[in-house]
């Protein structure tokens, strides 16, 4: 059974950087048929994506455009996992974050397997 | 944020129909990229329920239907039960912003 176990802080100060990580059991995060993304919820912003990476002969990342500038998402594949990492947070970014496997469909990509969030508030 | 459109909530009676739009734009839904379903309970993460627009993952009860219409999409719920009193999201890919994009969600009342 595939599962998703997400780890990190759950308190960020102002200005600081974010860092969450996705432990994959039952998949690799190498799989050429999916690719491993964050979302995150918050009520002023609803569901949003942030990126994702995968491979597919080589490693690609793509991001959204309202963070791209602070954002990275990285795969381990030592540790079969992936991570996120947010720049230069504010209260806003305040959010429980997801990461989420992405399945290729013909025309989009669905997300099919959740880990069970993180609620990361951003405060000093 | 969101730039799929949902009503906030739907309601029905127990064993009733109710249908959930999902409004979007010539740079997602209408450029023919597929819509996606998702059903969130409180205090849990999303879980897909219909994918490329009607298609059911097992283990999901065939009373979840979907449709895709130019540029909105439906989610049609037959014979309501208690247990589908949540959360619901559609989701697709915006050319536009070269990203995926959610709906605004709309909940679901068993009355």
């Known amino acids: 059974q595939v599962q998703l176990q997400q780890s990190g802080p759950g308190l960020v100060k102002p200005s600081q950087t974010l860092s969450l990580s996705c432990a994959i059991s039952?998949?690799?995060?190498?799989?050429?048929?999916?690719?491993w993304n964050w979302i995150r919820q918050s009520p002023s912003r609803g569901l949003e994506w942030l990126g994702r990476?995968?491979?597919?002969?080589?490693?690609?990342?793509e991001y959204a455009v309202s963070v791209k500038s602070r954002i990275t998402v990285n795969p381990d594949t030592s540790k079969n996992q992936f991570s996120l990492q947010l720049n230069s947070v504010t209260p806003e970014d305040t959010a429980v974050y997801f990461c989420?496997?992405?399945?290729?469909?013909?025309?989009?990509?669905?997300?099919?397997?959740w880990g069970r969030g993180t609620l990361v508030i951003v405060s000093s | 944020q969101s730039v799929l459109t949902q009503p906030p909530s739907v309601s029905g009676a127990p064993g009733q129909r109710v249908t959930i739009s999902c409004t979007g734009s010539?740079?997602?839904?209408?450029?023919?990229?597929?819509v996606h379903w998702y059903q969130q309970n409180p205090g849990t993460a999303p879980k897909f329920i219909i994918y490329?627009?009607?298609n059911r993952p097992s283990g999901v009860p065939d009373r979840f239907s979907g449709s895709k219409s130019g540029t909105s999409a439906s989610l049609a719920i037959s014979g309501l039960q208690a247990e589908d009193e949540a959360d619901f999201y559609c989701?697709?890919?915006?050319?536009?912003?070269?990203?995926?994009?959610f709906g605004t969600g709309t909940k679901v009342t068993v009355l």
């Open positions: 989420a496997r992405g399945a290729s469909w013909p025309r989009g990509w669905y997300f099919d397997l």
């Open positions: 039952g998949d690799s995060v190498s799989s050429n048929s999916a690719a």
């Open positions: 990476t995968y491979y597919l002969s080589k490693w690609y990342n």
């Open positions: 010539s740079s997602n839904i209408g450029a023919d990229y597929d």
């Open positions: 490329g627009n009607g």
């Open positions: 989701q697709s890919y915006d050319s536009s912003l070269s990203g995926f994009v």
